[in-house]
């Protein structure tokens, strides 16, 4: 009866112990949910503060295939942007987030809506002393495998003509 008491006590325990490490991440990632969703209503709201969420050697990737950028390049690509009442809005529809085991690495993909309709990004954070910075990002317009052909012939005519090289 003692075992039986003592299984049933340690069994109780380690599920506690468990559920303590699963709240815990649940906790973490929580904060992470919203420093990306404060990160994108920084772009719809030109603060510049976007880009201090940003590492200083961070890369972005946007949707064209030019768009390869530094923090400070892409801060300057952007000027015009956050110039305005609004640079882009993107609202994660779903967002998965993944940890190293030490919890200072995180990366993440997210299906966004976007002013260019349904996007996906994904991107990977640095927990620092100062808090969370984006080290990659990468964007891209998610396209229908219904469309996808009728997207990659658009898209190759358009590079064939002189003035897209």
């Not at 468990?18 to 772009?43: R, S």
């Not at 990468?138 to 002189?162: G, H, R, Y």
Request: charge should be neutral; charged fraction near 25%.
């Amino acid at each position: 009866m003692k075992k039986i008491l003592l299984g049933f006590y340690l069994s109780i325990v380690t599920l506690g112990v468990f559920a303590q490490v699963n709240d815990g991440d649940a906790a973490y990632k929580q904060e992470i949910q919203t420093f990306l969703d404060q990160w994108h209503d920084d772009a719809a709201n030109t603060r510049w503060s976007y880009f201090d969420k940003m590492a200083k050697n961070a890369v972005y990737i946007g949707t064209d295939k030019t768009e390869l950028w530094t923090r400070d390049a892409f801060r300057i690509w952007a000027k015009p942007f956050f110039d305005r009442r609004s640079a882009w809005t993107f609202k994660a529809i779903k967002r998965n987030i993944y940890l190293s085991e030490d919890k200072t690495f995180i990366w993440f993909d997210e299906l966004l809506n976007t002013q260019m309709g349904i996007c996906q990004a994904s991107g990977v954070l640095r927990k620092t002393e100062r808090g969370f910075e984006i080290e990659h990002y990468q964007l891209s317009i998610a396209v229908p495998n219904e469309v996808a052909n009728e997207v990659t012939k658009t898209i190759k005519d358009f590079e064939a003509k002189p003035a897209a090289k």
